[in-house]
């Protein structure tokens, strides 16, 4: 009856329920603490071998990027050595450039000078050409006259190799009428007459020729010639 009676205690009971929480709640934490326990070491193996596939990675990772960085270095150095190179290169290019076209430069003007000497060439031929016909002429005309100066004159003209002529006088002496008294006349390339020798001398030979150069008139100079030759003796006879 007292048992009974104390269980019907609301106290008792109370404290009952209470034991009994505390007993479920401590079974209930040893036995979440054998899981949590077991997770723990399952969860630290696992991190663990996970840490050891990340590191191996890391570290073949770390092997490629270092042969990377080396494979950069050398990419880099390659590079450089090649952009000097062509730096060098390009600088020759240029300066072979600027050659080439003083070259072509002087390549122009020389063709330029070229071009002018064959038109100088071409208008002196022409010129020559055209002299020298003026100058065939003369001589052809010179010896139309030859009769008329041997009958006049007493003088005879010899052509002479070199396109030079050759003026005998004679009747000059009446001492020694066969005396000969000479010059050597000759047509330069721009027809200008030009007296080569005289014999014998004449000391107004060269104010004759000048005449001659400034008038062309060749029959005045041919009679002022006999004149000084004529001059000549009769001083010479005086003497």
Do not use: W
Request: glycine share 2%; aromatic share 6%; net charge positive.
């Amino acid at each position: 009856m007292l048992i009974m009676a104390s269980i019907r205690d609301y106290n008792v009971v109370e404290q009952f329920n209470s034991r009994l929480e505390e007993i479920r709640t401590k079974l209930l934490d040893q036995a979440m603490g054998e899981v949590l326990n077991d997770t723990a070491a399952e969860l630290c193996q696992e991190h663990r071998h996970y840490m050891k596939s990340v590191l191996d990675t890391c570290f073949k990772k770390c092997k490629e990027d270092e042969t990377m960085f080396d494979m950069i270095h050398v990419y880099k150095q390659d590079l450089k050595e090649k952009t000097s190179s062509l730096k060098k290169k390009s600088a020759e290019h240029l300066e072979v450039v600027s050659e080439i076209e003083d070259k072509e430069h002087h390549k122009a003007l020389l063709f330029q000078r070229i071009e002018k000497l064959k038109k100088d060439q071409a208008r002196n031929r022409e010129l020559i050409q055209s002299q020298n016909k003026a100058n065939k002429d003369r001589l052809k005309k010179l010896n139309k006259c030859k009769d008329v100066f041997q009958k006049h004159l007493s003088l005879e003209i010899r052509k002479i190799q070199g396109e030079k002529l050759q003026f005998v006088f004679r009747n000059i002496s009446r001492k020694d009428p066969d005396m000969v008294h000479t010059f050597l006349l000759q047509l330069d390339a721009e027809g200008v007459y030009h007296i080569i020798s005289c014999d014998p001398p004449l000391e107004k030979m060269a104010h004759l020729e000048h005449r001659l150069q400034e008038t062309n008139n060749f029959s005045a100079f041919l009679a002022n010639v006999r004149r000084e030759f004529v001059a000549l003796h009769s001083g010479a006879k005086m003497a």
